[in-house]
């Protein structure tokens, strides 16, 4: 990863480059498609991440999807135009930045998580531009590529002879592993993960745009107490949210999902909560 943090170079080109100073001249009588078009870009929701997040950004040529250009750079280097990757003029792009994706691993535009790790929480923009001039400020606007789940159990704390302990942990699974970050498609694979509890009877995961309706979360009974080894109950999660004809996994901004679960009336309630904090629904089985 590295840092273009010299902001008078790339603020001088751009000047050069609108007063049209900067035109390859030396290359007249040559291929001009050999002079370079420079990518700015202008995060049009930059204010919902914190100056300082990491920003993994690319640039393919069009329609062959050639990689032309990759960097990791800075929400701040991006907006004060610091930051930019270089193409050639006559080409037309396409490519991607990825936001809060610490953790995943990449292999071409394929973001994703082996078994047992959770998947970060991340947003992406996606962009494409015709041929290019000198340079370009293309407006992309980050979308919410995640969901996170939080699971409280409403009896956490009426278990006798737990000491006090939740006596229960959960596995969530399903088919989705991670996310193609050039088309935000889900990508097939086996997803497992086991969250920590953060409070009595409370647990949170983070998860990938779904490609299909298995994310399902597994009740196991701790080591110790009396349900050990055993699975309590297995909670698919697409039961619950497809009496909301509004839900999809499809959605532009995916939303958050909250589990309240008591197991002693096996009842599960499930609240589904947009990306801006506003709760749209709420179901019990």
């Given at each position: 990863?590295?840092?273009?943090?010299?902001?008078?170079?790339?603020l001088?080109?751009?000047?050069?480059?609108?007063t049209?100073?900067v035109s390859?001249?030396?290359?007249?009588?040559?291929?001009?498609?050999?002079?370079?078009a420079?990518l700015?870009?202008?995060?049009?929701?930059?204010?919902l991440?914190?100056?300082?997040?990491?920003t993994?950004?690319s640039?393919y040529k069009?329609?062959?999807?050639?990689?032309?250009?990759i960097?990791?750079?800075?929400?701040?280097s991006?907006?004060?135009?610091?930051?930019y990757l270089?193409?050639?003029?006559?080409?037309?792009?396409t490519g991607?930045g990825?936001?809060?994706?610490?953790?995943a691993r990449?292999?071409g535009t394929?973001?994703?998580?082996?078994?047992g790790?959770?998947f970060p929480?991340?947003?992406r923009?996606?962009y494409?531009?015709p041929?290019l001039t000198?340079?370009?400020?293309?407006?992309?606007e980050?979308?919410?590529?995640h969901?996170r789940v939080d699971?409280?159990?409403?009896?956490a704390?009426?278990?006798?002879?737990?000491?006090?302990?939740?006596?229960?942990?959960?596995v969530a699974?399903s088919n989705?592993?991670?996310?193609d970050?050039?088309?935000?498609?889900p990508v097939k694979?086996a997803f497992?993960f086991?969250?920590?509890e953060?409070g009595?009877?409370?647990?949170?995961?983070?998860?990938?745009?779904?490609?299909?309706r298995?994310?399902?979360i597994?009740?196991?009974?701790r080591?110790?107490?009396?349900?050990?080894?055993?699975l309590?109950?297995d909670?698919?999660?697409?039961?619950l949210?497809?009496?909301?004809?509004?839900?999809?996994?499809e959605?532009?901004?995916?939303?958050?999902?909250?589990?309240?679960v008591?197991?002693v009336?096996?009842?599960v309630?499930?609240s589904?909560?947009?990306?801006?904090?506003?709760?749209?629904?709420?179901?019990?089985?």
């Open positions: 990863m590295r840092y273009k943090k010299n902001i008078f170079g790339p001088l080109l751009l000047a050069a480059l609108a049209g100073t390859c001249a030396r290359l007249i009588l040559e291929e001009r498609s050999a002079c370079p420079f700015f870009f202008d995060i049009t929701n930059s204010e991440f914190d100056v300082s997040e990491y993994h950004v640039a069009y329609p062959e999807q050639e990689l032309l250009a960097d990791t750079t800075s929400v701040s991006i907006l004060d135009r610091s930051f270089e193409v050639k003029r006559s080409d037309s792009v991607y990825l936001l809060c994706f610490g953790g990449h292999e394929l973001w994703t998580v082996e078994p790790q959770e929480p991340v947003w923009f996606g494409s531009s041929a000198e340079s370009y400020i293309i407006p992309v980050a979308v919410k590529d969901a699971m409280r159990f409403v009896d704390d009426g278990y006798a002879d737990t000491g006090g302990e939740f006596p229960f942990y959960i699974r989705t592993c991670g996310i970050a050039l088309d935000g498609r694979g497992r086991e969250p920590s953060y009595s009877g409370r647990f949170r995961f983070t998860v990938p745009r779904q490609f299909d298995s994310l399902h597994e009740v196991w009974g080591d110790g107490f009396r349900e050990a080894g055993k309590v109950t909670i698919v999660v697409w039961n949210l497809r009496s909301d004809g509004d839900f999809s996994w959605a532009k901004n995916l939303p958050d999902i909250q589990l309240e008591c197991l009336e096996n009842r309630t499930i589904v909560m947009e990306w801006s904090g506003e709760t749209h629904s709420v179901y019990n089985n």
